[in-house]
């Protein structure tokens, strides 16, 4: 019976991708699709809008939406709540069309009406293990947060339909070029502020590390994969209609993203649970995409093509790519977490003798998030750094001053991003274990590797073949900068050459890593090979906690950057001269949200208490506010006729 | 070419947010005791030459010569560990000063005209600001009272930016220089080591009524 | 053209070092060919394998080594191409070296030793920090120059022709000790990293690979010295002579790949290895001295 509800939710979703990625994909090569659904009075015309930069988002949402779906059946057999999963079942499929309907519609009400459906089902779908507490902690975080930024857009959008009285996206352009120039900047500001609480901008991102450890692995997955990518859609639909102050915007948008990359790389390296580090690691990577955006605005605004080029190719690239070695790397850590039951880095080990597929796919994805070649990361750094390097000989000093930081910035993004991942491939998956488990761990059903092995040769194509994933992105780049269609200009080819030639690097680079692999079993053959246990300096006893934990191998690190994390360390004193067991750890804890949330919390619970008389249970009370209410609003409309009335007696004397 | 004296000038001042040991800095100030006299050379070269060959013997006398004499003298003398404790790392230090360069340059930049835009105006400024925050960060008096040196080099270079036209200012400037040696080095620092025996700056606050 | 070079002083690069280093002491040192010897004996010799090491551990020394002969393709010989050579290569390049490292580390903590967490450990920060100097110091040339790939950039450094000609001869000096001081960092010898030793406090590369035996261990030894005569490529392209005889300049190339190895030597007999935990700020000291070559290349461009 569970079986087949599985199979229908992925025919489903199958049906539905397929018929969408074939309408999304024709608009990617220019086609667009529009169509007018006829509203009511209220909500006015619906215009389904389906352009390249729509298209392009759905054909990521489709892809990990399939490789999702795959994945989660596979995950969810073991669960027993057959109830529970056929509401999961069906809010899943809910999800998947409200995300594809919020890259399509181009309606204000009928938009925030979309956006609010997929938030309330992406919730239900992220508390799925409701009996944890911190499930639904964690879920309720994201709901909050998720509807603060919805205020945000909801205001923003009232205040363009109250100037110009449409409610069609359009009306967002009318109103910027009517407007003055800081207004329509202020405008932004509040619409990044809204689509940012979904992203997961740094300060907005308080959010994002508990949701995704929470959910179940799939879930995980989706939602760093193509969720928070939807904050990033809503971003540059807003930035297509807002065609002016590109500069300012874009220096705005540079800004916080190369403060959410530094910031979540920094915190994703302490972490000790493998799906936080993972969703720290989403934030940095939003902070890739955002600076991506950020430079190509600044392009625009320049009027540089090179560079705008370079930026909105490499941002909407990086988007493509971020679901796809993210996905797969929650697939991983969900199946290790099925294997194992535990998501504690410092608690595994040696898995890849045990799970040795899994183990691949998750170096693949690591090699891959790392930006190194051969794979995808690298093309679209590469991208982004190309069009860093060339705004670096710019007339002012400042500017160049300011993208040399933020070229630097990219480079250590890069570089402790490895830190990061050494550390979770590393401990996770090599040495040996490092505390027993409880039930030997076995490679995870076919199921759930097929999907994963989608995902890996997809980004192994991205690397391999860059310039044909190029092409595909000549449509979106092409909305912001329309002079690249033009056929005189070369930069697409240009650039299209460049990445065929990295492209075929890393075919060479796997080819001469064969060929000295191969030359080493020929040699060996004759030689004596013998295995024998790791070298341990004389020491007799070879005890697995003898390797290094995750802590001591970021402990350098984070020697370093303490200034900035705030540590709390439980420590044991040791004070008897035979010591019983003691522990020690540390935590860390992020700052910022310490300082934006939890004293803003603790002040409003304060002042709330204050006000709790008010809920004292009495229903004469609460009948006593429906009539204070009552008076005040009679009061109140006829508040000017009453005015009059007193100034009139006033006047008498 | 003066250019790259001013880079160097600069190289000196991040190996002394990175000095560990007190003769590692005190070799720094020898060097830009050195880079000064070079940069006075190659700049003030249309002021009268006795003024001119007066300020050069001053600078590489007092600066490259006495001063450092006197603070390995006194090192020796009050038998003060010979390492530097910071309050804030080394490694941040560094991070810190090197943001400050950055800032400066770029302040410097948007500020463009009349003196700011001058390249001796940023290094100096970077210079006091660099010399400023050591003091901040750093236990020993001997370290105070050396990046108090550092700050008086920079007001020198300061009197640098329009050293050409008014010389007097650069007199000015060393005599800055002849005050800070006989004052601070010569009466403070010996009466101090007689007084405090560990050289803490925390130990200053006794002075307070 | 470079690349052939570059692979026959790395042949020599290594016993070098060692040979300046005994001179210094006083004592005459191991043959300029010794380390190759050494090399050929290792290849030849059977590998013993650790129990807790997977198949990444067997895979990671022909990954490092094909990333670095990868890399090798891309130095340019004066105004001759590398092999391979488009816009911003040296992106490439960076990452390539990088993807190296990943692998060493990775296989590091394959073995399950503490002592090779802990050399993975440090050298993971220590490249993340060194990483910095290289962009900025091969972004002020390509500032200077006004082109953004090896080749081009490499080409086009011609000293005379900028306003201030002593400040661009001081420039590509820095450039070419900022490069000395990375080839050091990034082969861990002294004053990062001692590479004779097997203590615990001066581990950073040496230790890595001390469960590698027999083939693999050969490989990375080989590919420490190209790695170190890549560097001294880089280098030697800062002062090359446009001249039409290529044989001037295969002269400079040799003659400044010896400097290179003997400077090597020079600083590992006068230096005191640092304290391990004095080496981030120096590491960083790099990057910062790099910064100012940017701010160098600014005054000459006359921005600021």
Redesign the interface.
């Given at each position: 019976m569970k079986n087949r509800n599985g199979l229908i939710l992925i025919f489903l979703t199958l049906a539905l991708g397929a018929a969408t990625s074939f309408v999304a994909f024709n608009a990617l090569m220019g086609r667009n699709f529009e169509f007018v659904l006829s509203g009511n009075t209220i909500l006015g015309q619906i215009p389904i809008r389906i352009d390249a930069l729509s298209a392009w988002m759905i054909l990521i949402i489709n892809f990990t939406f399939t490789t999702g779906v795959l994945y989660g059946t596979g995950y969810l057999r073991n669960y027993n709540t057959s109830a529970n999963l056929k509401l999961h079942q069906f809010l899943f499929f809910v999800l998947h069309l409200s995300m594809i309907l919020v890259c399509s519609i181009q309606n204000f009400i009928a938009f925030l009406i979309v956006w609010e459906i997929m938030t309330v089902s992406s919730f239900l779908l992220i508390i799925f293990e409701y009996w944890k507490k911190e499930t639904i902690k964690a879920g309720l975080n994201f709901f909050i947060q998720s509807h603060i930024g919805v205020l945000f857009i909801i205001v923003s959008f009232i205040w363009v339909m109250s100037q110009t009285g449409l409610a069609d996206f359009n009306a967002v352009r009318l109103f910027a070029t009517h407007q003055p120039g800081a207004v329509a900047i202020t405008l932004f500001v509040l619409l990044f502020i809204g689509f940012g609480f979904k992203a997961g901008f740094v300060p907005f991102h308080t959010w994002l590390p508990y949701a995704h450890p929470a959910a179940p692995s799939h879930i995980s997955g989706m939602m760093s994969g193509v969720i928070i990518k939807l904050g990033i859609y809503g971003i540059l639909r807003m930035l297509l209609l807002i065609n002016s102050n590109y500069i300012v915007i874009g220096e705005i948008i540079l800004f916080v993203s190369v403060f959410s990359g530094l910031y979540g790389v920094i915190l994703a390296i302490v972490q000790h649970n493998l799906k936080r580090l993972l969703a720290y690691h989403s934030i940095e990577n939003i902070g890739i995409i955002g600076i991506g955006i950020g430079i190509g605005t600044i392009g625009l605004g320049l009027k540089n093509d090179f560079l705008a080029v370079a930026g909105f190719a490499g941002g909407l690239l990086h988007i493509l790519n971020h679901s796809l070695f993210k996905s797969l790397l929650f697939y991983g850590a969900g199946s290790i977490y099925q294997q194992t039951h535990t998501l504690e880095i410092e608690q595994l080990g040696g898995l890849i003798k045990r799970m040795p597929r899994t183990a691949v796919l998750f170096l693949i994805a690591a090699i891959a998030i790392c930006g190194l070649p051969p794979l995808n990361g690298f093309i679209s750094e590469y991208l982004i750094f190309s069009g860093l390097y060339s705004s670096l000989k710019s007339n002012s000093f400042a500017f160049s001053l300011f993208m040399l930081s933020v070229f630097v910035a990219l480079a250590v993004i890069g570089g402790l991003a490895m830190l990061c991942f050494t550390k979770a491939f590393g401990i996770v998956f090599l040495g040996t274990e490092r505390k027993q488990y409880h039930v030997e761990p076995k490679e995870v059903s076919r199921m759930m590797l097929f999907p994963q092995y989608m995902a890996a040769v997809m980004i192994i194509s991205i690397g391999l073949f860059p310039q044909l994933f190029l092409q595909l992105l000549k449509n979106p780049v092409a909305l912001f900068v329309p002079d690249i269609l033009n056929s005189s200009n070369g930069i697409f080819s240009y650039q299209s050459g460049i990445l065929t030639q990295i492209g075929f690097i890393g075919i060479i680079l796997t080819v001469l890593v064969f060929v000295v692999y191969e030359i080493k079993t020929l040699t060996g053959r004759n030689k004596i090979n013998s295995v024998s246990p790791t070298w341990g300096c004389g020491y007799k006893t070879n005890d697995p906690r003898l390797q290094y934990t995750a802590s001591s191998f970021v402990k350098t690190y984070s020697n370093l950057i303490e200034p900035i994390l705030s540590m709390h360390k439980d420590v044991a004193v040791v004070n008897e001269i035979f010591p019983g067991n003691k522990q020690y750890s540390t935590h860390y804890y992020d700052k910022l949200e310490f300082y934006l949330i939890d004293k803003n919390l603790k002040w409003l619970k304060k002042l709330l208490l204050k006000l709790n008389f008010l809920q004292n249970g009495r229903t004469q009370f609460y009948i006593l506010y429906g009539l204070i209410f009552i008076l005040l609003i009679i009061f109140i409309s006829y508040g000017e006729y009453i005015w009059n009335t007193i100034k009139g007696f006033f006047k008498l004397f | 070419?003066v250019?790259?004296l001013l880079?160097f000038f600069?190289?000196t001042l991040?190996?002394c947010a990175?000095a560990?040991r007190l003769k590692t800095f005190i070799k720094a100030i020898a060097c830009q005791g050195l880079l000064l006299f070079g940069i006075f050379f190659l700049r003030l070269n249309e002021i009268n030459t006795v003024n001119l060959v007066l300020l050069l013997l001053e600078t590489l006398i007092f600066k490259a010569v006495v001063i450092p004499y006197f603070l390995h003298y006194l090192i020796k003398k009050n038998k003060i560990n010979r390492e530097s404790d910071p309050y804030?790392?080394?490694?941040?230090s560094?991070?810190i000063?090197?943001f400050i360069?950055?800032t400066t340059?770029?302040l410097?930049?948007?500020l463009r005209g009349g003196v700011f835009?001058n390249?001796y105006f940023?290094v100096s400024m970077i210079t006091i600001f660099t010399g400023l925050f050591l003091m901040i960060s750093r236990k020993k008096i001997i370290t105070h009272v050396m990046s108090f040196i550092i700050m008086e080099n920079g007001v020198v270079v300061l009197s640098l930016t329009v050293g050409i036209e008014m010389p007097m200012l650069v007199n000015l400037g060393i005599l800055l220089d002849i005050f800070v040696t006989v004052l601070v080095l010569g009466i403070f620092a010996n009466k101090i080591g007689d007084i405090f025996k560990e050289a803490e700056v925390g130990h200053l606050e006794r002075l307070r009524d | 053209m470079s690349f052939i070079l570059i692979i026959l002083s790395s042949l020599f690069f290594t016993g070098i070092i060692n040979r300046t280093k005994s001179i210094l002491s006083g004592r005459k040192g191991p043959g300029i060919f010794q380390p190759l010897r050494d090399i050929r004996r290792l290849l030849k010799k059977g590998s013993v394998y650790s129990e807790t090491s997977s198949f990444i551990f067997k895979l990671a020394p022909a990954v490092y080594f094909s990333t670095v002969f990868a890399a090798a393709l891309f130095i340019p010989f004066g105004e001759n191409r590398g092999l391979i050579s488009f816009q911003f290569d040296f992106v490439l390049f960076a990452y390539l070296l990088a993807l190296g490292k990943f692998f060493n580390i990775i296989a590091a903590l394959d073995t399950g030793s503490s002592f090779e967490g802990m050399g993975a450990s440090r050298e993971a920060l220590y490249s993340m920090l060194a990483e910095p100097a290289f962009f900025i110091t091969i972004g002020s040339l390509g500032l200077l120059t006004g082109y953004s790939s090896f080749y081009q950039i490499f080409s086009s450094i011609h000293y005379s022709e900028s306003a201030s000609p002593a400040i661009a001869y001081a420039l590509g000096l820095l450039a070419s000790i900022v490069f000395l001081f990375l080839g050091i960092i990034e082969n861990s010898r002294v004053p990062v990293d001692d590479p004779k030793t097997h203590l615990e406090l001066t581990m950073v590369h040496e230790v890595m690979i001390l469960d590698n035996s027999g083939f693999d261990l050969g490989v990375i030894f080989y590919t420490g010295s190209l790695k170190f005569a890549l560097y001294g490529g880089l280098i030697a392209n800062l002062f090359f002579l446009s001249s039409p005889y290529a044989v001037i300049n295969i002269l400079i190339f040799f003659s400044l790949q010896v400097l290179y190895a003997s400077t090597v030597g020079i600083v590992e007999s006068f230096m005191a290895r640092l304290r391990m935990n004095q080496n981030p700020q120096f590491i960083l000291m790099i990057s910062s001295v790099s910064l100012l070559i940017f701010i160098g290349v600014m005054i000459v461009i006359g921005k600021i």
């Open positions: - | 070419m250019n790259l880079i600069i190289v991040f190996v990175t560990i804030i790392s080394n490694f941040t560094l991070f000063i090197t360069v950055m340059f770029y410097a930049n948007t835009g390249i940023v | -």
